[in-house]
């Protein structure tokens, strides 16, 4: 069974930064494209990233572009998302998840992440 | 507001069916696979459906998706309490060139 530990999370002031990693363990990283979705309190999910399998392809949610950055190590197995200049409505739990089936950066997101819970206060 | 539109809830009782909607338009599910996801309490989200219909192994047949147009659907059959959860619908979006989910639909098994 594959597992997607995310790390990173914590409590921080408006207009910090923070990095998100995730490890990837249990399946293959190499090969399939991963993504990050988040969930803020009370609230859906919210399609935040992408990177395609080679790293070449990448698109942002309008709420994030310009801030995050999202990018991969293969010979680590490792997600990551750089956030930049957070926000309070940045607050939420966010998923590392792989796109597993399919090839559209919108759906087959499988498995997913027990998610880290970045919280933006001041 | 979410790109993608489901009722807030749905409910029916043990053994019984239900449906969930999700309504969007061309630039998403009217041109996108559509996949359906199972938020159980307390628990990450998994994937129940994909590119419209598509049940990964493990995922009872119980459950079934379905596209039409700009509107797709995910049925339960035999409906039980261990599915009490949160559903989720999500695809691409092309005109934003970004993923989308619906808000969620909340199912209660009475």
């Known amino acids: 069974q594959g597992q997607l530990v995310e790390s990173g999370g914590g409590v921080v002031q408006p207009g910090t930064s923070l990095r998100l990693s995730c490890e990837v363990s249990?399946?293959?990283?190499?090969?399939?494209?991963m993504t990050w979705v988040r969930e803020a309190p009370g609230k859906g999910l919210e399609w935040v990233a992408a990177?395609?399998?080679?790293?070449?392809?990448?698109?942002?949610g309008d709420s994030v572009k310009g801030r995050f950055t999202i990018s991969r190590d293969d010979s680590k197995r490792r997600l990551y998302l750089q956030m930049n200049s957070l926000r309070p409505e940045d607050t939420a739990r966010f998923y590392c998840?792989?796109?597993?089936?399919?090839?559209?950066f919108g759906g087959g997101f499988d498995p997913w992440g027990q998610g880290t819970l970045v919280t933006v206060s001041s | 507001q979410s790109v993608l539109t489901q009722p807030p809830s749905v409910s029916a009782a043990p053994g019984q069916k239900v449906t969930i909607s999700c309504s969007g338009s061309?630039?998403?599910?009217?041109?996108?696979?559509v996949s359906w996801y199972q938020r159980l309490p307390g628990a990450a989200p998994r994937l129940l459906m994909y590119?419209?219909?598509k049940r990964p192994s493990g995922i009872p047949d119980r459950f079934s998706g379905s596209k039409s147009g700009t509107s797709a659907t995910l049925g339960i059959t035999g409906l039980q309490t261990g599915d009490e959860a949160d559903y989720y619908c999500?695809?691409?979006?092309?005109?934003?060139?970004?993923?989308?989910f619906g808000g969620g639909t909340k199912v209660t098994v009475l």
């Open positions: 990177i395609s399998h080679d790293g070449t392809r990448i698109d942002y």
């Open positions: 998840v792989r796109i597993g089936f399919g090839v559209s």
């Open positions: 061309s630039s998403n599910i009217g041109n996108n696979y």
């Open positions: 999500g695809t691409w979006d092309s005109s934003l060139s970004a993923g989308v």
């Open positions: 249990g399946v293959p990283f190499s090969g399939y494209s």
């Open positions: 590119e419209n219909d």
